[in-house]
């Protein structure tokens, strides 16, 4: 059984950071690539980031580009998310996310196992 759980989520001052973690198991970690997603209340859920299988290769959304890094540790199985120069903007239920395929999907559709959030809520 694929588990995914996301922690590191929290109330933060606007111009503050957090770090997510998201925890693997019951998949072979470094044959999925990994992404983040976040949804606010009302909104559609919106990619943040992935990374590919080995870590070598990155995309980040325009919205959270030099402000947030995904990186992973195959080792530990976790995929993380270092978010800095938070905003109120940057409201929203986290999710990590896990794909087979190759591609670096941006989409929902691309993903094929999902976490159960955490909540990230930023203060101005």
């Known amino acids: 059984q694929v588990q995914l759980v996301e922690s590191g989520g929290g109330l933060v001052q606007a111009g503050g950071s957090l770090r997510l973690s998201c925890a693997a198991s019951?998949?072979?970690?470094?044959?999925?690539?990994m992404g983040w997603f976040r949804q606010a209340p009302g909104k559609d859920r919106d990619f943040v980031a992935v990374?590919?299988?080995?870590?070598?290769?990155?995309v980040h959304a325009d919205s959270v580009k030099g402000r947030f890094t995904i990186s992973r540790d195959n080792t530990k199985n976790t995929v993380y998310l270092q978010m800095n120069s938070l905003n109120p903007e940057d409201t929203a239920v986290y999710y990590c996310?896990?794909?087979?395929?190759?591609?670096?999907?941006?989409?929902?559709?691309?993903?094929?196992?999902w976490g159960q959030g955490t909540q990230v809520t930023v203060s101005s």
């Open positions: 996310a896990a794909a087979r395929s190759k591609l670096l999907g941006r989409r929902v559709r691309d993903y094929d196992y």
């Open positions: 019951g998949l072979t970690f470094s044959s999925y690539g």
């Open positions: 990374i590919s299988r080995g870590g070598g290769t990155t």
